[in-house]
Each structure stands twice: as structure tokens, then as C-alpha cells.
């Protein structure tokens, strides 16, 4: 059995979390074991780098910034995600190298091809399988996020030119990659996407 590696990508308030969910409880139906994990924060070392790049009072430089997210990135993969697929396991990832060039790249306005160079140079290379977009305009991720009721983290809290550039990347990002990229309207029903992913990822076990 070969491992499968799925990662979610989208805005923030797109839905990501419970997408992910479902999918996972449905893998496990499916007699697979699936490792459920996330960027920034899936390992411990990576915990201590999304509290300083989501959390820090007070300017962080967007190079900086961009480092950060390369850091946990390959602390990620080599200790995580790598071993996870070597075992034949599936891997649910909120987040990954996409997510880095469209909010610092797009949103921040770094170079793209600079910022995904950097995430390949700290992965040795690593590309998902699949990834899931969840595409969603920012006023009705915004009027999730606020119905949420709780505290924006860093980048929740940019404005919403910053959130356009933002899903304009993705969405550019998955036409350059339209094999890799599985792009939904998240403004569905939860269940309807589920079945969307289900349908994209069956044919892959
Ligand atoms: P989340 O875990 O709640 O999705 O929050 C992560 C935040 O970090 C989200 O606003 C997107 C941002 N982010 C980047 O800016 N660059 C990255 O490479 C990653 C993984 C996340």
C-alpha cells in the first residue's frame, strides 16, 4: 500500500477544518489509517513557530515571515509527512507550499516563484498528490470568521484588499497546476463538497 498525501487550501473562514474532517472519518471507513496534521504547527517545533508567526505583537518583516512558514515547513515533512507516507499511510493536511505564495507572496507581494523556490529548497521537493481549494470570496469568509466570535491571529486581521490577493493566488496557482489542484465553490454545503473530495480521491486508494 502506497501513501497518499492531501493537503486543503483556501482563505481563512473557507472550511477547510471541516472538510478535513470529513474526509478522515470516511478514509477511515475505508479501512485506512489517516495522520490528520496542519501548517503551521504539526510538529512540536512547529507549535513554537506558528505561536511567534500568528501571534507575535508588533511587526515581523515579510522575508522573516516568509522563513518562518519554511522553517515549520521542513521540520514538517522530514519528521512528519514523510515518514507518514513511507508507512502507506494517508496524510490530511490543512495547508502547504500553496498557502505560503499566495499570503506572502500574493498577499505580502514577495516573489512567487522566490517564495515556492524557498518551500522546495526546505521539502527537498515534496508535492501533495492532491489539493483541495476552497475557493470562497473574502466578504463571506469575513462573515464566517466574525460569526466564529473569536480572536483574529496575524494574518485573520489584514484587510480585505490583502484577502483578494490572497484568493486570487490560489486560484492562479491551481490553473498552473490544474492536475495536482481539485478547486470547489466553498460556498456549498459541507456535505456536497465531501462528496466532491471523495469522488476525486476514491480512484487513489
Ligand atoms: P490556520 O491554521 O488557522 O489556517 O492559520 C494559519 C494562518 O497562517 C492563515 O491565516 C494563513 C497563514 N499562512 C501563511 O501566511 N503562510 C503559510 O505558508 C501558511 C501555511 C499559513
Known amino acids: 500500500m502506497t501513501g497518499l498525501w492531501v493537503t486543503l487550501e483556501g482563505g481563512d473562514g473557507s472550511g477547510k477544518s471541516t472538510q478535513a474532517a470529513l474526509l478522515a472519518d470516511w478514509l477511515a471507513t475505508q479501512g485506512r489509517t489517516v495522520v490528520r496534521t496542519?501548517?503551521?504547527?504539526?510538529?512540536?517545533?512547529?507549535?513554537?513557530?506558528?505561536?511567534?508567526?500568528?501571534?507575535?505583537?508588533?511587526?515581523?518583516?515579510?522575508?522573516?515571515?516568509?522563513?518562518?512558514?519554511?522553517?515549520?515547513?521542513?521540520?514538517?515533512?522530514?519528521?512528519?509527512?514523510?515518514?507518514?507516507?513511507?508507512?502507506?499511510?494517508?496524510?490530511?493536511?490543512d495547508r502547504y507550499l500553496d498557502s505560503s505564495v499566495a499570503y506572502q507572496g500574493a498577499g505580502r507581494v514577495l516573489d512567487a516563484v522566490e517564495v515556492r523556490d524557498l518551500s522546495l529548497w526546505a521539502t527537498g521537493g515534496a508535492l501533495p498528490d492532491v489539493t483541495v481549494l476552497l475557493d470562497l470570496d473574502p466578504a463571506t469568509a469575513r462573515a464566517r470568521l466574525d460569526a466564529a466570535d473569536k480572536p483574529f491571529d496575524r494574518l485573520e486581521a489584514e484587510a480585505s484588499d490583502f484577502h483578494s490577493r490572497v484568493r486570487d493566488g490560489f486560484l492562479a496557482l491551481a490553473a498552473a497546476e490544474p492536475g495536482r489542484f481539485l478547486v470547489l465553490d466553498a460556498a456549498r454545503p459541507a456535505a456536497e463538497l465531501a462528496a466532491q473530495v471523495r469522488a476525486r480521491i476514491a480512484p487513489l486508494l
Open 38 to 93: 496542519r501548517e503551521p504547527g504539526g510538529t512540536e517545533v512547529g507549535a513554537l513557530l506558528r505561536e511567534i508567526v500568528l501571534h507575535h505583537r508588533g511587526e515581523i518583516d515579510s522575508r522573516a515571515e516568509a522563513l518562518l512558514y519554511a522553517a515549520d515547513r521542513a521540520q514538517h515533512v522530514s519528521t512528519l509527512v514523510r515518514p507518514a507516507l513511507e508507512r502507506g499511510d494517508v496524510v490530511i493536511q
